[in-house]
């Protein structure tokens, strides 16, 4: 019965068993056709129902089989019926007599029991593995084959950063073509600090005054002193003269000097 094992169990067979069908073509699956198929009456009925199942979509040219008729009797199918099966693809002759379908309806003898003879593995079976046996370990992997591209590049890879070359910047050409007094201030700091030297006298700056140059405070400065804090806030509020300005030197003014 191996064949009837390897069945698809979505296709659909047909079947014309008296029992679930009253002897009328129906679908049924594989599970079910087996179970009609032993559920059959007699031989006679047995046996059409396979062959039922071998000529599939010809069953139209066979006659109808009910329990309360005779075999003979010719009981066509219906015209609707005749009509819907022929629409469908017809069988193939070598589909109808493959011999795997062959084995479902008449299967192999099954074979003789075993003599009493033979002799029986008396053996043990083998002892397990242990794990922690360094001489049943397996071998170690071989290594994965080396890629040929790698080897062909140099041992030691040179990584080739793009650097810009300095920009060669005319500090006095600049302050010599800015005309708006914010920019002329601020080239006048870089033009002093561009001249600043630990070793000059006059334009001397400390090692503590480059230091907070270079890295100057992350955080707010604090001024203790309320005249300084109101002339900041005078300088910043008269940088854009308006209204808005007036009215902020006045809160500096009553915050810096109550009373």
Known sequence: MHA?????TGRQYDCVCIKYGFGRLHKVSH????????????????????TVRLLGERISSLPTLTASSPLDRDNSVPPSLRRAE???????????????????????PP????SPSVEQDTRPPPAPRN????????????PPPSNSVDEALPQHRQIIYQRRARPQINIQRLC?????????????FVSALSVATLEDPVAKLSTHALECLRNPPCQPLRIDNPGHRHSISVYLA??????????????????????
């Not at 009837?4 to 698809?8: D, G, I, S």
């Not at 022929?86 to 008449?106: S, T, V």
């Not at 008269?238 to 009373?259: L, Q, W």
């Open 176 to 188: 010599e073509d800015i005309i708006l007094p914010k920019l002329t201030e601020t080239m006048e």
């Open 31 to 50: 599970t079910a056709w087996h179970q009609h198929l032993a559920s059959a009456s007699s031989e006679e009925e047995r046996q059409r129902i396979c």
């Open 86 to 108: 022929a629409r469908r693809d017809p069988i193939d002759n070598d589909q109808l007599h493959h011999p795997d379908d062959r084995d479902d309806f008449f299967p192999p």
């Open 131 to 142: 794990p922690m046996d360094p001489e049943e370990q397996d071998a170690p992997p071989p």
């Open 238 to 259: 008269t940088e854009h003269s308006s209204k808005d300005a007036y009215e902020k030197i006045c809160r500096s003014t009553a915050r810096n000097f109550p009373g």
């Open 111 to 114: 074979s003789p029991p075993q």
């Open 4 to 8: 009837q094992e390897e069945q698809p």
